[in-house]
């Protein structure tokens, strides 16, 4: 049991209109709307527009927002020029905070710290996000990059610059929806590292490659690609049947099973519920059932030995197993949806800021006297 306060459990960090969750009952909504309602309703578009502008938007502020987001999709010069290095030389998501951080070097905006012009510089990393994705992939593969299609949907595109084919209209709906459900989750670590670095009044570039610093790591966003290994560890034991004994004894063995348990939900994480179902679509669908199947004996075993259940991360692996993502792409992706939330909460920590710098309870040695190299 960890100490009280410690991970800054419970303590409110900062106001937010973005999104709100009720860990008790299981609810996460944007700007008041339910997840559960915007997952089968809204489009990756309009979630951005609601996220930073907190309203959803009209017919002509979508086709704008859509207009802007397919417009930027290209990255600048100097990343490009440092695109093929970054894909031979380094994994997926240093890559991309590489990547996000050169992206200030050519900003048509500059130094340009206004609203206005951070909402563009907003809009220009989410535009630009899943052409890094695609790119870095088809360069360290030898393949040759296929350019952005400003006519399709920002999740459509990241599938046709991945693959070099169109994705049928189901799968790029399912990826879609995949972004809307992984947008933003108020004071998550990555979103609480970007506001942290924008309330030094640090631009907002560095806010964001503050953001992807931080769910580079296993116990946040990196959890989504260990699920998969674990898939497909369990897959080389002889599938779906091996999954209960594999799961119990990690547990037992007190190693924690990735794509389970939540700070925050003590009951199901609602964007599991909807991960859930279209894994279970897709698997019908591809005619491979393994991996949902896996995945559900994990999710059994996990209920029944600690009463933990699966969060984002666990049927999101299988969603993008069905996708055909490269399994190290996992996390990027990711970050190619929270882009939207962290800039949204960037921009918010701007409009109202105050220094973001909290006490310590201190557990070194009483004060005591230098001592001399020769009396050590
Ligand atoms: C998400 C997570 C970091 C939350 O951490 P937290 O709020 O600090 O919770 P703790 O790590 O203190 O866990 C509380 C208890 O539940 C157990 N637990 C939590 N997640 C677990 C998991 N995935 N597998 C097994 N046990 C788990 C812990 O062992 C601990 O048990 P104890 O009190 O008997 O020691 C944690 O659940 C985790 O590491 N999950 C796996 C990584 C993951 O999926 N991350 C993505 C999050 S969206």
Redesign the pocket.
């Given at each position: 049991?960890?100490a009280p306060g410690k991970?800054l459990?419970g303590v409110v960090a900062a106001e937010t209109a973005i999104s709100d969750i009720d860990g008790k009952e299981g609810v996460l909504s944007y700007v008041g709307y339910d997840i559960h309602d915007l997952a089968p309703n809204a489009t990756f578009e309009e979630t951005c527009y609601l996220l930073h502008n907190l309203e959803l938007p009209t017919e002509q502020q979508l086709d704008e927002i859509k207009e802007q987001l397919g417009r930027e999709r290209e990255p600048n010069d100097f990343v490009m020029d440092l695109m093929p290095q970054l894909a031979q030389n380094t994994a997926p998501m240093s890559m991309l905070r590489t990547a996000c951080s050169a992206s200030s070097a050519n900003d048509p905006d500059g130094w340009d710290t206004s609203e206005e012009a951070n909402y563009r510089k907003a809009m220009r990393l989410i535009a630009v996000f899943p052409t890094l994705v695609a790119y870095y992939d088809r360069l360290r593969n030898d393949q040759p990059l296929v350019r952005p299609d400003s006519g399709l949907s920002l999740a459509a595109n990241f599938l046709y610059m991945l693959k070099g084919d169109k994705a049928d209209d189901a799968e790029a709906r399912i990826f879609d929806i995949c972004l809307t459900l992984h947008a933003d989750h108020t004071m998550?670590a990555s979103t609480f590292a970007a506001r942290v670095c924008a309330a030094t009044l640090s631009d907002i570039h560095s806010a964001v490659t503050a953001g992807i610093a931080a769910l580079k790591g296993?116990?946040?966003?990196g959890?989504n690609e260990q699920?998969m290994r674990m898939i497909k560890e369990i897959r080389n034991l002889g599938g779906a049947g091996k999954a209960r004994d594999y799961t119990i004894d990690k547990?037992r063995n007190?190693?924690?099973?990735?794509?389970?348990?939540?700070?925050v939900y003590k009951t199901e994480?609602p964007r599991a519920t909807h991960l859930r179902r279209m894994a279970k679509e897709l698997a019908e669908k591809s005619g491979d059932g393994s991996n949902y199947e896996i995945s559900q004996e994990i999710e059994r075993a996990?209920m029944d030995e600690?009463g933990?259940y699966p969060?984002?991360?666990?049927y999101a692996a299988s969603v993008y197993g069905y996708l055909r993502i490269p399994t190290d792409l996992f996390t990027p992706v990711f970050a190619c949806s929270r882009v939207s939330g962290w800039t949204a909460h960037v921009r918010e920590q701007y409009a109202d800021n105050r220094l973001i710098r909290p006490d310590h309870a201190y557990v070194g040695p009483e004060r005591r006297s230098w001592k001399a190299l020769s009396q050590r």
């Open positions: 049991m960890a991970g459990e998550n296993p116990l946040h966003g959890a699920v547990l007190k190693v924690k099973v990735m794509g389970f348990g939540h700070r994480d996990v600690k933990i969060n984002v991360d666990f």
